[in-house]
């Protein structure tokens, strides 16, 4: 089994925090940010990793990865080509054929592969989507109609599901990526009215990393959970 992960990010918004590396490599709790998900794909089973990397940068995620399980294999893309422009780009690098992970490289999400894989090929879709229900930044305020406050409740996620960006392809799906552009806007939509397009509903741990304030609460909670470190 391969997989894909987008790692071209990179780290504006976190500034001086991500010590001058991509957002994928920037540390967490001593390691980086994409060695987690590196190693959850390994005990899932997967001996090939392709990082879609910016020019010049993937001798870096070689050696900041390859002691992790999986051959890491760069494919630095020759310009920005986008979301689903550089998961296409990356499947040209491909060893195998059939179905592939993909996903984004600069989150922590505890998703169960083995679990999303099955799903995928019990639907038979030509692409299947993790989705998730982050957590709510804010309380609910209750309401009346004359705008009487009535109470006030805290909210722990949000009533809806969003795409937290890990996915199965099918060989199919992959030749339907854009070669240069988004993926959400284009082939999804596509699989969405030909009904091929499946959720995988995740329930657990999804954290970003964006700002200097989420690499802290990330680096806090895998010191609080030594099982990431594994």
């Known amino acids: 089994m391969e997989a894909i992960v987008l790692a071209g990010g990179k780290a504006e918004r976190l500034g001086d925090a991500a010590g001058g590396k991509p957002k994928a490599l920037v540390e967490v709790a001593g390691r980086p940010l994409l060695a987690y998900q590196v ?10 990793v392709i990082v ?12 900041e990865l390859s002691s992790i399980g999986p051959e890491i294999v760069p494919a630095e893309e020759p310009e920005r080509l986008g979301r689903g422009g550089g998961i296409k ?24 592969f083995t679990a999303l894989l099955e799903r995928h090929r019990t639907t038979g879709a030509a692409a299947t989507i993790t989705v998730a229900r982050p957590k709510s930044q804010f309380g609910l305020v209750d309401i009346e109609a004359d705008d009487v406050v009535t109470g006030f409740s805290e909210v722990a996620y949000v009533p809806y599901w969003v795409n937290c960006g890990i996915y199965v392809f099918t060989a199919d799906a992959i030749t339907r990526l854009p070669d240069k552009g988004d993926h959400e806007t284009t082939t999804f939509p596509e699989l969405v009215a030909e009904r091929k397009l499946r959720a995988y509903r995740h329930e657990g741990v999804w954290l970003t990393v964006n700002t200097p ?18």
């Open 52 to 63: 879609s990397c910016a020019v010049d940068q993937g001798e870096l995620f070689v050696e």
């Open 39 to 48: 190693g959850r794909l390994a005990r899932a089973g997967v001996d090939r």
């Open 213 to 230: 304030k989420e690499l802290r609460t990330a680096g806090d909670y895998v010191s609080e959970h030594p099982e990431w470190l594994a």
């Open 89 to 112: 780009f990356a499947a040209s690098f491909r060893q195998e054929e059939g179905d592939v992970y993909a996903m984004n490289g600069d989150e922590l999400v505890a998703v169960d």
